[in-house]
């Protein structure tokens, strides 16, 4: 029961454990249930530990049948965000403030690293612990979880020579985005303008791109990106879908941001320990792999893209199911997932259009508009792609 009211707090963040409880209990009208104090519910919470909720978390873990695949390889993406915990001296020993020119944050910190499967954005495996551990010392702790016939998508900060070597020694292929002035020295020209060079004793084949995103017919934004793969069959693997493929990058980010925003609402989590911290984090992973696997679920068979799933109406519809006490009774039909799924395909997302929006703070704390003349508007987009040339001598 404990487990349950761990990963059933994941979903109502805005809840104390006992409001939790209360709605765990709801639908149970005519049973006598326990009716717990605040305080036996913290001491139930410390003899569970964090093992059991890592198992669960364990076993959910994973990408969901029907994943999305790119020339049969499941493309995943790798990356970590922040979160904060409460201010205890307890969670002060291992998550500290983050320090910055204004002052510490007004909340201790963790980094959270993930890596996910794009499309379904369902989460493969976790590591967690101090701001202070970099993306690149973090990122080792997951590649347990890398195999032959995945494709790593992954940002400029892990595009050092010896993880990349540590990524490839797993039988997974990479696709990282480097610094467009990286010295990377062609060793061979492709037909398709990409070209072969060596990095860390590893052949990579390199990829230079010119994006120009044109703003509703009228504006136009260039960008330009260098991208290192261990893909080198430019037959196989041509040039132009390869960058066009990358763009599958921000899934994570829109994954941390169901996270953080949806379920979370932006609040700090709940433990005052570090072990209870462990807990709450991998009870609420928990409960997101439960909502993103039921949701990929609902779709498959039906030609519907992931992306058209809702994660609010998923998230909403188990609100439900555990207010109401569903399927919860010995001899009923189980059939949580069929619900959630049919509230998923009853409410779906309009097809995704190609769009582009600033990345900046829409609303920020102060009640006044923030300074400056960003164009703030999201503008239908047309995406051009134009592979650039290498160089016979790299810059």
Not at 67 to 94: E, H, Q, Y
Not at 129 to 151: D, F, K, Y
Not at 204 to 233: F, N, P, S, W
Not at 339 to 350: C, F, Q, S
Request: charged share 20%; aromatic share 6%.
């Amino acid at each position: 029961m404990v487990v349950y009211l761990l990963i059933a707090a994941g979903l109502f963040s805005e809840l104390g454990y006992l409001q939790v409880w209360a709605r765990l209990i709801a639908g149970l009208d005519g049973i006598s249930v326990a009716r717990p104090s605040s305080s036996a519910l913290t001491q139930a919470r410390r003899r569970v530990g964090v093992a059991p909720l890592a198992a669960v978390f364990g076993l959910l873990a994973g990408p969901a049948a029907g994943a999305v695949r790119w020339r049969k390889l499941l493309v995943c993406a790798i990356d970590s965000t922040t979160l904060f915990v409460p201010d205890s001296p307890a969670n002060l020993t291992r998550f500290p403030y983050q320090g910055g020119g204004n002052g510490p944050s007004g909340y201790p910190m963790l980094r959270l690293m993930a890596v996910v499967a794009c499309g379904t954005r369902t989460v493969l495996d976790i590591a967690f612990g101090s701001w202070r551990v970099g993306e690149t010392s973090m990122a080792p702790r997951l590649l347990g979880s890398l195999r032959p016939g995945m494709l790593l998508l992954g940002d400029r900060n892990f595009a050092a020579g010896d993880l990349i070597t540590r990524i490839a020694a797993t039988g997974a292929d990479l696709l990282i985005r480097a610094k467009n002035n990286r010295a990377l020295p062609p060793i061979n020209h492709l037909p398709d303008r990409s070209w072969l060079s060596r990095l860390g004793g590893l052949e990579i084949r390199v990829i230079d791109a010119e994006i120009t995103a044109t703003l509703g017919g009228r504006k136009q934004h260039t960008g330009h990106y260098r991208l290192l793969t261990t893909l080198t069959d430019h037959h196989r693997y041509p040039a132009r879908e390869i960058v066009a493929l990358y763009h599958q990058r921000w899934e994570i980010e829109t994954t941390f941001l169901e996270m953080k925003s949806t379920l979370l609402g932006g609040k700090v989590l709940r433990a005052r320990t570090p072990t209870g911290i462990e807990q709450e984090i991998y009870a609420l992973l928990s409960g997101y792999q439960a909502l993103r696997l039921a949701m990929a679920d609902a779709l498959l068979g039906h030609n519907i893209p992931p992306d058209r799933a809702g994660f609010t109406v998923a998230l909403n519809a188990a609100r439900d199911q555990l207010v109401h006490a569903a399927g919860i009774i010995t001899d009923t039909v189980i059939d949580l997932v069929g619900k959630i799924g049919h509230a998923v395909r009853a409410y779906l997302l309009p097809p995704r259009r190609t769009r582009l929006c600033p990345r900046v703070v829409k609303r920020a704390i102060s009640k006044h508009r923030a300074k400056g003349s960003i164009d703030r508007t999201n503008y239908p987009t047309k995406i051009t792609i134009k592979i650039l040339p290498g160089l016979t001598t790299d810059p």
